[in-house]
């Protein structure tokens, strides 16, 4: 999908373009039509086919029409923003097995990453951070994950028009098997943002989740999320830290970015609990733009 930039969506285009032991795939961009250049970007990649959602700008969005559009067996999925490795797309054909309903992998960080970056990866990726162990796994990520069409279509009532992935997931599960994660599909997030915007971006993507995932249960439920989100800082920086102690490095990167990690969860958890108090989407739902790279090079 396509949120980030042209830039970046270029990035992951080529990291596509370079997969190596693949069988013949299709490429498919649902993007949203906010993003500038990316009509250049489709004119020189001829062989992509871009749609633009128009109308829809949310990842929800962008990640049901992605799939609405592929036409393979297995639909894999991921954002632009991220850089899959070259046999990417062969591991993932190659770990679908019975029993497995959804087949994800884990996501990386490029190096050179500030403090900044590495929270921002921290509150959307530590489930997913390396070391990890193939196995049955509680949650898979949109970034990196392999779908079956087959599934798909016997829950698109549940996608048609916004893909929540714990959601959706959850379904795959109860009907076809374990999310099953597999270590060896990786990707590596590369984006370079402020404070200030990572913390609007996440408030917005909070309370997007939030108003969001009332649509996928039961009225009842609204009051027990309500109450117990007030405790989401304290039991994501609690997971997020035990996840860092399984690895040296993981570990000196979570202290090193604990600051601005703390304050990313805290923006993050006050959108989702507004999320569920107004049922409203955020009034801008604006992704943090990237550093310039003269910016970094001057460390500002």
């Known amino acids: 999908m396509g949120i980030c930039s042209a830039a970046h969506l270029d990035r992951c285009l080529e990291a596509l373009a370079l997969q190596r032991g693949a069988p013949p795939f299709e490429v498919v961009v649902a993007y949203d039509p906010a993003l500038a250049g990316v009509e250049d970007l489709a004119a020189r990649r001829?062989?992509?086919?871009?749609?633009?959602n128009a109308g829809q700008r949310t990842p929800l969005e962008l990640a049901s029409r992605a799939?609405?559009?592929?036409?393979?067996?297995?639909?894999?999925?991921?954002?632009?923003?991220?850089?899959p490795e070259p046999d990417w797309v062969a591991t993932m054909i190659a770990a679908q097995a019975?029993?497995?309903?959804?087949?994800?992998g884990l996501v990386d960080i490029r190096q050179g990453s500030s403090a900044t970056d590495w929270a921002f990866y921290f509150v959307d990726f530590f489930r997913y951070a390396s070391p990890g162990r193939a196995g049955p796994s509680p949650t898979l990520t949109v970034?990196?994950?392999?779908?079956?069409?087959?599934?798909?279509?016997?829950?698109?009532?549940?996608?048609?028009?916004?893909f929540h992935e714990t959601a959706i997931n959850s379904a795959l599960a109860e009907r076809f098997g374990a999310?099953?994660?597999?270590?060896?599909?990786?990707?590596?997030?590369?984006?370079?943002?402020?404070?200030?915007?990572?913390?609007?971006?996440?408030?917005?993507?909070?309370?997007?989740?939030?108003?969001?995932?009332?649509?996928?249960?039961?009225?009842?439920?609204?009051?027990?999320?309500?109450l117990l989100a007030p405790l989401l800082p304290a039991v994501l920086l609690l997971r997020m830290g035990s996840k860092a102690l399984s690895s040296g490095p993981l570990a000196r990167e979570f202290a090193r970015a604990l600051g601005p990690l703390t304050l990313m969860v805290l923006w993050w958890s006050w959108g989702e609990w507004?999320?569920?108090?107004?049922?409203?989407?955020?009034?801008?739902?604006?992704?943090?733009?990237?550093?310039?790279?003269?910016?970094r090079a001057q460390g500002q």
């Open 179 to 226: 999310l099953w994660l597999e270590p060896r599909s990786r990707v590596s997030m590369a984006r370079h943002v402020t404070l200030g915007d990572a913390l609007y971006e996440r408030y917005a993507f909070g309370r997007l989740f939030g108003c969001t995932r009332l649509g996928f249960c039961p009225p009842w439920r609204r009051a027990y999320y309500v």
């Open 143 to 162: 970034c990196n994950v392999s779908y079956s069409r087959r599934s798909l279509e016997a829950i698109r009532e549940l996608w048609s028009v916004y």
């Open 98 to 104: 019975e029993g497995r309903a959804v087949v994800g």
């Open 46 to 52: 001829p062989s992509v086919r871009f749609v633009s």
């Open 274 to 295: 507004l999320g569920y108090v107004t049922k409203r989407h955020p009034r801008s739902l604006v992704v943090a733009p990237e550093i310039r790279a003269a910016r």
């Open 67 to 83: 799939l609405a559009e592929a036409r393979g067996d297995w639909i894999l999925l991921t954002e632009d923003h991220c850089i």
